[in-house]
């Protein structure tokens, strides 16, 4: 855990939480692995091992998919939904999006596959965390939405 | 009669009902350490109410930017929030008190409504701890916050309790 979140690892096939994590890593939400972890539930990960699969966290489509998560995604997933976070690489770049839910077809129109294509796997990894009723943009940079509060 | 005062300076009281989805929220937590313009809404009946809730819809981007949050509660049912909400284009929350267990400790039942026992129109502005900063009474239309005033009252609290307002 840092500043920024907690490390989660990508190698387009797995996802591992921690320093000895291999593949591509991104910083995400904290908050979504603490407490009791939801199983069975799988995640949708819409990132891409590439290191080139990168974009700054202030490109208008970023912001547009967040504010559809909070317009419909969100309420689409309902009880499904256990926890969400963007993927964050550093201060300035979204490197994608984790979304995770109790059943594994709940990602048709995950909006954020609109930026990076997204793979589901079954995961024990996550913790249930309250959907965001806002805002649109993280509010530290680096710090990956939507966690932390001022 | 009202178990708690709703007057500037007070507590607003932390509410815990549904939200449009059905998920259990506290208002505090919906609040997440950010300013609040919490509006009590008669129902998506209303035609005074499907019109003051798209000027929020309008004016909603700047609360996303602007680390503050829009909440609306009813007596309307999660399902019919979310089908509300989902007409507006609103991403703001709206909290069910479809049960009435808020709405006569709050005082705030519209008398002369007796088909639906909905809240009056009453808008509040509150700090993240969900101190009332100002009352807007909501009668006659003309009652209700303007989004101008909403803009005052977040950018007043916003100064209160954000470090670094002011440069330097």
């Known amino acids: ?150 | 009669m009202t178990e708690f005062p709703l007057d500037p300076g007070a507590r607003f009281p932390d509410l815990d009902l549904p939200d449009h989805t059905g998920r259990l929220r506290r208002l505090s937590d919906v609040a997440g350490g950010d300013p609040v313009a919490l509006i009590c809404s008669r129902g998506w009946w209303c035609p005074k109410e499907q019109r003051y809730l798209r000027e929020l819809t309008a004016v909603q981007d700047e609360f996303e930017v602007a680390y503050a949050r829009i909440v609306v509660v009813s007596i309307d049912a999660p399902e019919v929030q979310s089908s509300f909400r989902a007409g507006l284009g609103a991403r703001f929350v709206f909290l069910s008190d479809s049960e009435r267990r808020w709405l006569d400790r709050l005082g705030l039942l519209e008398h002369t409504d007796t088909t639906h026992r909905p809240y009056r129109p009453m808008g509040f502005t509150l700090f993240p701890d969900l101190t009332i900063h100002a009352v807007y009474p909501g009668y006659w239309y003309w009652g209700r916050a303007t989004m101008e005033e909403l803009r005052a009252d977040m950018r007043t609290i916003s100064r209160a309790i954000r470090d670094a307002w002011e440069p330097g």
Do not use: K
Not at chain 1, 26 to 40: E, I, K, L, M, Q
Not at chain 1, 94 to 102: P, S
């Open chain 1, 1 to 150: 855990m840092t500043e920024h979140g907690a490390r989660l690892c990508w190698d387009g096939h797995r996802l591992e939480v921690g320093e000895a994590s291999v593949g591509r890593c991104f910083f995400a939400d904290a908050r979504c692995f603490h407490g009791a972890r939801v199983t069975p539930a799988w995640a949708h990960v819409c990132a891409l091992p590439d290191e080139a699969a990168r974009m700054p966290f202030d490109q208008p489509e970023v912001q547009q998919v967040r504010r559809d998560a909070l317009a419909w995604w969100i309420p689409l997933l309902g009880d499904a939904l256990v926890c969400l976070s963007t993927l964050a690489l550093d201060e300035v770049h979204y490197g994608g999006a984790v979304t995770v839910a109790r059943r594994a077809d709940a990602f048709t129109d995950d909006p954020f596959a609109r930026l990076f294509g997204g793979t589901i796997v079954e995961t024990d990894l996550f913790a249930a965390v309250d959907p965001p009723p806002g805002p649109v943009l993280e509010r530290y940079a680096g710090a990956p939405w939507p966690g932390g509060r001022f």
